[in-house]
């Protein structure tokens, strides 16, 4: 026993107390070493002590002491076989350091005790480079409820060594504030830390630490101890390890199995592996570094009450029951996260959160919320022995980093109705069925890899409802439905030879079908169908041309256009696929295309805007094709150029040009096509083309009806309505009309702008010009025109534009006087002797425009002559008479002698005087007064 000694180098120190040692003194330690300092250097230094059944203290203590080597190997042993007693206790104040040596410290219970086989209570270890073992046996705690490794505010520590924690048949518990790996305030130590123990109690401030790795699990394969394990209290601290496993490792048949909490905050560099009977977290698990893997192991079941995070590396879960809880996550970055049964065998429901709750444990039952807290750039669930999967509630990948789904199974997939994928990128990879459903609707194509190892015909089937998709791997999955691998081929000759005709489009047009593994035709949303060709090929004497490859659409290619120009005979036609010009398939068909030589049979008229201008343009060139018996327009000599002529019935329907037309591939173009004739006609328009055979022709022909014409282009000028004889100043009525018309007398109604001159022309060949008018839909009303001029008139209609249309004149017609308006002496009276008879004057009856009123009889004068006294004197005789609108006045005599001449007002009765310088001649009009001229008589 070393106590209060101080040496201070004790190389080769070998403090070894024999069994039998201080057996008759209770009261001493084994071996106690107090405020001692041993240095080994570079030789060993081992102490061992012993306490045996009668003795009440430890086997070795070490209390307020420095043990160092700097090469050689320190070793200290304890054993304890009375109850209540420790193996090896270190104390307060004690260091036990080597520099490049091991440090190895081993304390052991042979009895059943409340204390401890190993106890570091307040002290330090460090084995600097080298390995540090702390070991503990307790062969006589058979419930593990006692400690063999205790550490209290104890610092293990190494900065590139090797930590070993081995608590054989006992528990490792830990308290106040301790650090194992990296001491505080410390560079993070390299060094790798393994905790090996039947139970595990990990508590208090408690820091690991280090750069290496770091193993905890039970040394058989589970850990000791009823009911469920606490192991790891919150307060317990995991950092820096590049890699972390807890528990045993293996197959469900050889890791842990026992019932596990982990409460500890574990952040670390690399990889970390859970392995347990059912396992909870309730602090986060996170792995720093890049890619780094995190793998939970869970027999049971796991439940996540805390987050789980990766950066961009893989989180694998497998359990037979898996739940996150209210606040937790799994966030995996880009990386994946992989969650399957435990279970070989095990079917995975994927449902609601509420169907869960009530779904039998007889499967691995996945709420959609629980996936919903899963942030990964891909999602696997599943595994290859995993037994059917099925989707039961709606399930969403496709949101921005979060969009890969990959279902693994050795059974089937489905989803149940209305129940359906809304997934960027899907790969499935099963042994028996798929069968789903998708209503993906992005703009961009998912990835889509299904692969079943069943190849029957429709195993695999897939539904997208909404947007594209693309066959393509997808996280690992190769994919095999939508990929062709054959081809069929449909509109072909499939018993008997399909006759075509030179030169024209084979019709039907032959139909190939892109076919994958599962005799699925590939899907019209499949956009890898596009990236197919399809060629067709012939014998040299077929001759084909046309559409003679055709790329894939909606998993179909289609030959329209294919055309034979070969000898007549009878063909067979291959169809290629190729992919990125690399053979698919190929198809031949059944039988063979009999290829019979081009005879026009009906002519096909493309013309359905039937008018034009009389004379002028069609408003739509009529085209005409010759079609063969197959309904094809033939394109071969020596019909394809066969002239087509034209032909029109119907009153006075006349074809001024371009009736006849050579065909040009069979195609007659009537371009120059100019049909005359009437305004509101429906004319019959017929297409024929004459055939000439070996010994007669045949004339083939077909029409159209409703062929209607417009007005052409104005050519003259018509006389619609002629003038009739009018009365001067009185507007003619009927008003007189002039159209416009074309040359085949249609009037042109639709100029609005022409303009039109009258000029009257008398019979003795004077003119009279009135204002132009404006035609109104080819037609010029006169309303207002009228002649005041007396006579026998005609009039010429002049067109006033720079380059005119020839004039044209109407019918002849007569202008009447109007009614009486005024009178004027015809013959003036004379002078005569007093009581001699004058010669006879006469008057004139004139309208208001001055014409002569010649036909006028009803008019009455009256003379009177007045002397010059004013006294009214009767002439002796006053015969008056009206002929032809002149007033005769015969035997008119003066009776009284010359007097001095003066004029007379008319009188209030309407009478007027006739005035001379000896007489007043007084007349009266009945019963219109008529305005009188005034006449000097010479008497």
Same mark, same amino acid.
């Given at each position: 026993?070393?106590?209060?000694?101080?040496?201070?180098?004790? &190389?080769?120190?070998?403090?070894?107390?024999?069994?039998?040692?201080?057996?008759?003194?209770?009261?001493?330690?084994?071996?106690?070493?107090?405020?001692? $300092?041993?240095?080994?250097?570079?030789?060993?230094?081992?102490?061992?002590?012993?306490?045996?059944?009668?003795?009440?203290?430890?086997?070795?203590?070490?209390?307020?002491?420095?043990?160092?080597?700097?090469?050689?190997?320190?070793?200290?042993?304890?054993?304890?076989?009375?109850?209540?007693?420790?193996?090896?206790?270190?104390?307060?104040?004690?260091?036990?350091?080597?520099?490049?040596?091991?440090?190895?410290?081993?304390?052991?219970?042979?009895?059943?005790?409340?204390?401890? /086989?190993?106890?570091?209570?307040?002290?330090?270890?460090?084995?600097?480079?080298?390995?540090?073992?702390?070991?503990?046996?307790?062969?006589?705690?058979?419930?593990?409820?006692?400690?063999?490794?205790?550490?209290?505010?104890?610092?293990?520590?190494?900065?590139?060594?090797?930590?070993?924690?081995?608590?054989? =048949?006992?528990?490792?518990?830990?308290?106040?504030?301790?650090?194992?790996?990296?001491?505080?305030?410390?560079?993070?130590?390299?060094?790798?830390?393994?905790?090996?123990?039947?139970?595990?109690? %990990?508590?208090?401030?408690?820091?690991?630490?280090?750069?290496?790795?770091?193993?905890?699990?039970?040394?058989?394969?589970?850990?000791?101890?009823?009911? +469920?394990?606490?192991?790891m209290d919150s307060t317990v601290q995991v950092f820096d390890f590049s890699n972390t496993r807890i528990g045993k490792t293996g197959t469900v048949a050889t890791q842990t199995l026992?019932?596990?909490?982990?409460? $500890?905050?574990?952040?670390?560099?690399?990889?970390?592996?859970?392995?347990?009977? $059912?396992?909870?977290?309730?602090?986060?698990?996170?792995?720093?570094?890049?890619?780094?893997?995190?793998?939970?192991?869970?027999?049971?079941?796991?439940?996540?009450?805390?987050?789980?995070?990766?950066?961009?590396?893989?989180?694998?879960?497998?359990?037979?029951?898996?739940?996150?809880?209210?606040? /937790?996550?799994? &966030?995996?970055?880009?990386?994946?996260?992989?969650?399957?049964?435990?279970?070989?065998?095990?079917?995975?429901?994927?449902?609601?959160?509420?169907?869960?709750?009530?779904?039998?444990?007889?499967?691995?039952?996945?709420?959609?919320?629980?996936?919903?807290?899963?942030?990964?750039?891909?999602?696997?669930?599943?595994?290859?022995?995993?037994?059917?999967?099925?989707?039961?509630?709606?399930?969403?990948?496709?949101?921005?980093?979060?969009?890969?789904?990959?279902?693994?199974?050795?059974?089937?997939?489905?989803?149940?109705?209305?129940?359906?994928? #809304?997934?960027?990128?899907?790969?499935?990879?099963?042994?028996?069925?798929?069968?789903?459903?998708?209503?993906?609707?992005?703009?961009?194509?998912?990835?889509?890899?299904?692969?079943?190892?069943?190849?029957?015909?429709?195993?695999?089937?897939?539904?997208?409802?909404?947007?594209?998709?693309?066959?393509?791997?997808?996280?690992?999955?190769?994919? *095999?439905?939508?990929?062709?691998?054959?081809?069929?081929?449909?509109?072909?000759?499939?018993?008997?030879?399909?006759?075509?005709?030179?030169?024209?489009?084979?019709?039907?047009?032959?139909?190939?079908?892109?076919?994958?593994?599962?005799?699925?035709?590939?899907?019209?949303?499949?956009?890898?169908?596009?990236?197919?060709?399809?060629?067709?090929?012939?014998?040299?004497?077929?001759?084909?041309? =046309?559409?003679?490859?055709?790329?894939?659409?909606?998993?179909?290619?289609?030959?329209?256009?294919?055309?034979? %120009?070969?000898?007549?005979?009878?063909?067979?036609?291959?169809?290629?696929?190729?992919?990125?010009?690399?053979?698919?398939?190929?198809?031949?068909?059944?039988?063979?295309?009999?290829?019979?030589?081009?005879?026009?049979?009906?002519?096909?008229?493309?013309?359905? &805007?039937?008018?034009?201008?009389?004379?002028?343009?069609?408003?739509?060139?009529?085209?005409?094709?010759?079609?063969?018996?197959?309904?094809?327009?033939?394109?071969? /000599?020596?019909?394809?150029?066969?002239?087509?002529?034209? +032909?029109?019935?119907?009153?006075?329907?006349?074809?001024?040009?371009?009736?006849?037309?050579?065909?040009?591939?069979?195609?007659?173009?009537? $371009?120059?096509?100019?049909?005359?004739?009437?305004?509101?006609?429906?004319?019959? *328009?017929?297409?024929?083309?004459?055939?000439?055979?070996?010994?007669?022709?045949?004339?083939?022909?077909?029409?159209?009806?409703?062929?209607?014409?417009?007005?052409?282009?104005? #050519?003259? %000028?018509?006389?619609?309505?002629?003038?009739?004889?009018?009365?001067?100043?009185?507007?003619?009525?009927?008003?007189?009309?002039?159209?416009?018309?074309?040359?085949?007398?249609? *009037?042109?109604?639709?100029? &609005?702008?022409?303009?039109?001159?009258?000029?009257?022309?008398?019979?003795?060949?004077?003119?009279?010009?009135?204002?132009?008018?404006?035609?109104?839909?080819?037609?010029?009303?006169?309303?207002?025109?009228?002649?005041?001029?007396?006579? +026998?008139?005609?009039?010429?209609?002049?067109?006033?534009?720079?380059?005119?249309?020839?004039? *044209?004149?109407?019918?002849?017609?007569v202008v009447s006087p109007a009614t009486p308006h005024s009178l004027e002496w015809d013959v003036q009276p004379s002078d005569v002797v007093a009581r001699?008879?004058?010669?006879?004057?006469?008057?004139?009856?004139?309208?208001?425009?001055?014409?002569?009123?010649?036909?006028?009889?009803?008019?009455?004068?009256?003379?009177?002559?007045?002397?010059?006294?004013?006294?009214?004197?009767?002439?002796?005789?006053?015969?008056?008479?009206?002929?032809?609108?002149?007033?005769?006045?015969?035997?008119?005599?003066?009776?009284?002698?010359?007097?001095?001449?003066?004029?007379?007002?008319?009188?209030?009765?309407?009478?007027?005087?006739?005035?001379?310088?000896?007489?007043?001649?007084?007349?009266?009009?009945?019963?219109?007064?008529?305005?009188?001229? %005034?006449?000097?008589?010479?008497?």
């Amino acid at each position: 026993m070393v106590e209060q000694g101080r040496p201070t180098n004790h &190389n080769g120190t070998n403090i070894d107390v024999p069994a039998g040692y201080a057996a008759g003194n209770t009261t001493v330690h084994g071996v106690r070493l107090l405020n001692a $300092s041993l240095n080994s250097g570079d030789s060993l230094m081992r102490i061992r002590g012993v306490s045996r059944a009668n003795i009440s203290y430890d086997g070795v203590n070490i209390a307020g002491s420095a043990l160092t080597s700097t090469t050689g190997e320190i070793v200290v042993e304890g054993l304890a076989e009375q109850s209540g007693r420790r193996g090896v206790t270190i104390e307060s104040g004690s260091n036990i350091s080597s520099t490049n040596g091991n440090i190895s410290i081993g304390g052991t219970l042979n009895a059943q005790s409340a204390y401890t /086989a190993l106890s570091v209570n307040g002290a330090e270890i460090k084995a600097t480079n080298g390995e540090l073992n702390l070991t503990s046996t307790n062969s006589a705690d058979v419930d593990n409820a006692y400690t063999g490794i205790g550490l209290n505010d104890a610092k293990v520590l190494s900065e590139t060594g090797e930590i070993n924690l081995i608590a054989n =048949g006992s528990r490792i518990w830990t308290g106040g504030t301790s650090y194992l790996g990296t001491g505080p305030g410390e560079s993070t130590s390299s060094a790798n830390v393994t905790i090996r123990v039947d139970r595990l109690a %990990l508590d208090g401030n408690m820091r690991i630490a280090a750069t290496g790795s770091l193993v905890i699990e039970p040394i058989t394969q589970n850990y000791r101890g009823a009911g +469920t394990l606490f192991f790891m209290d919150s307060t317990v601290q995991v950092f820096d390890f590049s890699n972390t496993r807890i528990g045993k490792t293996g197959t469900v048949a050889t890791q842990t199995l026992t019932p596990t909490t982990i409460a $500890s905050l574990i952040r670390v560099n690399g990889p970390i592996e859970l392995n347990a009977g $059912s396992l909870t977290l309730t602090n986060t698990l996170e792995s720093i570094s890049e890619s780094a893997q995190i793998s939970i192991n869970s027999v049971t079941g796991f439940t996540g009450n805390s987050d789980i995070v990766t950066n961009n590396g893989d989180v694998l879960v497998r359990a037979d029951s898996i739940g996150l809880g209210a606040s /937790a996550t799994i &966030n995996a970055g880009t990386g994946a996260v992989d969650l399957g049964s435990a279970s070989s065998g095990t079917g995975i429901r994927i449902l609601s959160a509420t169907d869960k709750s009530s779904a039998a444990t007889t499967t691995l039952n996945i709420a959609t919320e629980d996936l919903d807290k899963v942030t990964a750039g891909k999602l696997r669930i599943g595994a290859a022995n995993a037994g059917n999967i099925t989707i039961e509630s709606p399930l969403v990948r496709d949101q921005a980093g979060s969009n890969t789904l990959r279902l693994r199974t050795a059974g089937s997939v489905a989803n149940t109705d209305g129940n359906n994928l #809304s997934v960027s990128n899907l790969a499935v990879q099963a042994g028996g069925s798929i069968r789903l459903d998708s209503d993906y609707s992005s703009a961009t194509p998912s990835l889509l890899a299904l692969n079943s190892g069943n190849l029957s015909a429709g195993n695999v089937q897939f539904s997208q409802m909404s947007g594209d998709y693309t066959p393509a791997e997808v996280d690992g999955v190769t994919p *095999v439905f939508g990929v062709a691998v054959s081809a069929r081929a449909s509109q072909v000759p499939v018993t008997e030879p399909t006759a075509v005709y030179q030169n024209a489009e084979v019709n039907p047009a032959p139909q190939i079908s892109l076919i994958d593994a599962y005799a699925q035709t590939l899907n019209a949303r499949n956009t890898l169908a596009s990236n197919y060709q399809v060629q067709a090929t012939a014998s040299a004497q077929a001759q084909l041309s =046309g559409v003679t490859v055709s790329s894939v659409a909606g998993g179909f290619a289609q030959f329209t256009g294919l055309r034979f %120009l070969g000898a007549q005979g009878q063909y067979p036609v291959t169809f290629e696929v190729l992919s990125n010009g690399v053979l698919v398939d190929s198809v031949v068909t059944g039988d063979n295309y009999e290829l019979i030589s081009s005879q026009p049979s009906s002519l096909n008229i493309n013309w359905s &805007n039937r008018w034009g201008s009389a004379g002028g343009a069609l408003f739509q060139t009529p085209t005409i094709s010759i079609i063969d018996a197959g309904g094809n327009t033939i394109k071969v /000599a020596p019909h394809d150029t066969a002239t087509v002529s034209a +032909t029109i019935t119907g009153p006075r329907g006349q074809i001024l040009g371009g009736g006849q037309v050579a065909a040009t591939g069979g195609v007659a173009s009537f $371009s120059n096509l100019v049909i005359a004739g009437s305004v509101g006609v429906n004319y019959t *328009v017929e297409f024929s083309v004459v055939i000439q055979g070996s010994t007669e022709s045949t004339t083939i022909s077909a029409a159209v009806n409703n062929f209607q014409l417009q007005p052409g282009t104005p #050519s003259s %000028l018509r006389v619609a309505q002629q003038p009739s004889n009018i009365v001067a100043g009185i507007s003619f009525s009927p008003e007189v009309s002039i159209e416009l018309i074309d040359a085949y007398s249609n *009037v042109v109604t639709s100029n &609005n702008d022409f303009e039109l001159r009258p000029v009257f022309v008398k019979a003795d060949g004077t003119e009279s010009i009135s204002a132009t008018i404006t035609a109104s839909a080819g037609v010029l009303a006169f309303e207002d025109l009228t002649g005041t001029n007396a006579g +026998t008139f005609r009039i010429r209609f002049e067109d006033t534009s720079t380059s005119p249309l020839a004039s *044209v004149t109407s019918s002849q017609f007569v202008v009447s006087p109007a009614t009486p308006h005024s009178l004027e002496w015809d013959v003036q009276p004379s002078d005569v002797v007093a009581r001699a008879v004058m010669t006879s004057p006469r008057l004139k009856i004139l309208d208001v425009y001055g014409n002569h009123v010649a036909g006028d009889s009803l008019t009455t004068a009256r003379l009177r002559v007045i002397d010059s006294a004013s006294a009214e004197a009767t002439p002796n005789f006053a015969n008056r008479y009206n002929q032809a609108g002149l007033w005769w006045l015969h035997h008119l005599r003066q009776p009284r002698s010359r007097s001095p001449c003066r004029y007379l007002p008319p009188r209030g009765n309407g009478s007027h005087l006739l005035g001379c310088c000896s007489c007043w001649q007084h007349w009266m009009a009945t019963p219109t007064p008529l305005k009188s001229p %005034l006449v000097q008589l010479l008497l």
